[in-house]
C-alpha cells in the first residue's frame, strides 16, 4: 500500500540538524484540541508505525506531502518526500490510492475554503517556508464534488 511507506519513513515527521523547528499549522478546531504542536527534532506525537492520534492527527499532516495553494488553487507536493513518483504515477489509475488520498484531501480543503480559510492561508504559507514545493503534475484542485 502507498502510504505504509510513510510509518518506516517518518522523514516529514523529523527534522533534520541545523534545520528550525516547525510549528504544524492547525486548523480553528485543532488549535481548541492540540493547542499548538511544534516539532523540534521528532514530532512527540510518532510512535512507531506513525502518527499515534491516528484519524485525528492534524489536516495539515494529513495533506503532506501535498500542499494546498488558496489563491492559486493549486496543489503542489514536497518534492524531498520519496513516495511523490509513485504517488503521482497512481494519480492516471482510477480507484488508487494516490487519487482516494488526493480526493479526501480536495474536500477537505473545499470546507475548509468556506469555514477556515485562514489555516488555508498560512499553512500554504508555512509550506512553502519549509518545503521544496514543486507543482503536482497537471493536477488542480478539482470543483467541488468533482471527484
Known sequence: MLFDHCAQCQRCCNIDPGYP??????????????????I????????D??????????????????SYDPRGRTFFYDQDCPLMPEYQRQLAQP????????SRITEAVHRHEKIDPKFLR????????????????TVSAPKEGAL
Open 21 to 38: 523547528s516547525l510549528e504544524v499549522t492547525l486548523t480553528t478546531q485543532e488549535r481548541k484540541v492540540h493547542g499548538s504542536i511544534c
Open 40 to 47: 523540534e527534532t521528532r514530532c512527540e506525537l510518532l510512535g
Open 49 to 66: 508505525k506513525g502518527c499515534t492520534l491516528g484519524s485525528a492527527k492534524p489536516l495539515s499532516c494529513e495533506i503532506y506531502p501535498l
Open 95 to 102: 480507484g488508487s490510492e494516490a487519487l482516494a488520498h488526493l
Open 122 to 137: 498560512s499553512n500554504f504559507a508555512v509550506d512553502k517556508d519549509y518545503f521544496d514545493l514543486q507543482p503536482l503534475a
